[in-house]
């Protein structure tokens, strides 16, 4: 089992930029695909991003592609969200998320931080 943290959120104008930071602990980190997903107000959860265990492999929404960069460093046991030119619609709870046997499928993640908020200013 893996326990995720987040942080870096906050308040930040359009066009600003922000990094989040997802911090693991347990069992080992680079055993995992790591995912972050975003939940606003009134909509449904929505996959944002994730890396393959490797860090080598990456997949983007495309409403963030071009814009936010996922990375993650497995010595650190971190992995981190990158978000450049944000829009007023990306104001939501952003939540890292784990799986152990795939990137692409947003119901294998099983493990999931508590989320931090990202408020875009217009």
């Known amino acids: 089992q893996v326990q995720l943290v987040e942080s870096g959120g906050g308040l930040v104008q359009a066009g600003g930029s922000l990094r989040l930071s997802c911090s693991a602990s347990?069992?080992?980190?680079?055993?995992?695909?790591m995912g972050w997903f975003r939940q606003a107000p009134g909509k449904e959860r929505e996959f944002v991003t994730a890396?393959?265990?490797?860090?080598?492999?990456?997949y983007y929404a495309d409403s963030v592609k071009g814009r936010f960069t996922i990375s993650r460093d497995n010595a650190q046991n971190t992995v981190y969200l990158q978000m450049n030119s944000l829009k007023p619609e990306d104001t939501a709870v952003y939540y890292c998320a784990a799986s152990l046997t795939t990137a692409t499928v947003d119901s294998e993640y099983r493990y999931w931080g508590q989320g931090t908020q990202v408020t875009v200013s217009s």
């Open positions: 347990g069992r080992t980190f680079s055993s995992y695909h």
């Open positions: 890396i393959r265990r490797g860090g080598i492999s990456t």
